[in-house]
């Protein structure tokens, strides 16, 4: 899938010259919505690496919250994506931490 992706990129750019721009913005649309799908395919893998954290750690009795973890986490974003701005990765992953531990509170050993 990722690669048929890369590929219709690559041929987007070859007809540049062909396509209206209404139709690039429905173009782009329809990349949004294919990443879109993927930053949730992810936001569910995440969430599931999180919900069997949350097993492991009430079999050793472990709390859920690790603070200095979150900021490792934080720290290493925004350090590997200058692109993103240090409002957005605080806040997205804050909601993360958030929902990450109400999840790892849900969990049965």
């Keep these: 899938m990722k690669r048929l992706?890369?590929?219709?990129?690559l041929m987007l750019n070859h007809l540049d010259g062909f396509i209206l721009p209404s139709q690039k913005?429905?173009?782009?649309?329809k990349q949004i919505d294919f990443i879109d799908e993927r930053i949730?395919?992810?936001?569910?893998?995440?969430f599931?690496?999180?919900?069997?954290?949350?097993?492991?750690?009430?079999?050793?009795s472990l709390q859920e919250?690790?603070?200095?973890?979150?900021?490792?986490i934080i720290s290493r974003l925004k350090k590997n994506h200058p692109?993103?701005?240090?409002?957005?990765?605080?806040?997205?992953?804050?909601?993360?931490?958030?929902d990450s531990k109400e999840r790892q509170k849900q969990q049965q050993v």
């Design 83 to 98: 692109f993103l701005s240090d409002d957005l990765i605080d806040n997205v992953w804050k909601l993360l931490f958030t």
């Design 40 to 46: 949730c395919d992810l936001l569910e893998a995440r």
């Design 25 to 29: 913005i429905l173009i782009h649309r």
């Design 5 to 9: 992706f890369f590929l219709f990129c």
């Design 48 to 60: 599931q690496v999180c919900e069997e954290i949350g097993r492991q750690k009430k079999s050793i």
């Design 65 to 72: 919250e690790n603070t200095e973890r979150e900021k490792q």
